[in-house]
């Protein structure tokens, strides 16, 4: 099957390539530890964000997936504000996960 990835789309809206998704257990993992719950509000999730988006060089890892609710996924978007950023990083210093990572996603935005 050819990689249409990059393909023109059909119909006359920009077209984006498919972003970054977290593999399957990754996922699992993730909403185990967050346990359903919005990071940063603590409202019933619906999504996984990542902290570091994709669109600024951010990878799709189990330590830059946390869970977020409708409201403040749609917020947060591809920014990075601080007060996100801090509870997010909080959250999983407190579950143990390492952010090692960070440094490699920094060199690569």
Request: hydrophobic content about 35%; charged content about 30%.
């Amino acid at each position: 099957m050819p990689n249409r990835e990059h393909e023109r789309p059909l119909s006359r809206t920009a077209w984006k390539p498919r972003r970054s998704q977290f593999g399957g257990e990754a996922k699992k993992a993730i909403w185990e530890r967050d346990e359903g719950h919005c990071v940063y509000c603590g409202d019933r999730a619906v999504a996984i964000d990542h902290i570091f988006p994709v669109a600024r060089g951010g990878p799709s890892i189990k330590a830059n997936g946390v869970l977020a609710c409708r409201r403040c996924n749609g917020k947060k978007s591809a920014n990075i504000p601080i007060d996100a950023l801090t509870r997010a990083f909080y959250h999983l210093l407190t579950k143990g996960e390492s952010l090692k990572w960070i440094d490699e996603a920094l060199a690569n935005s």
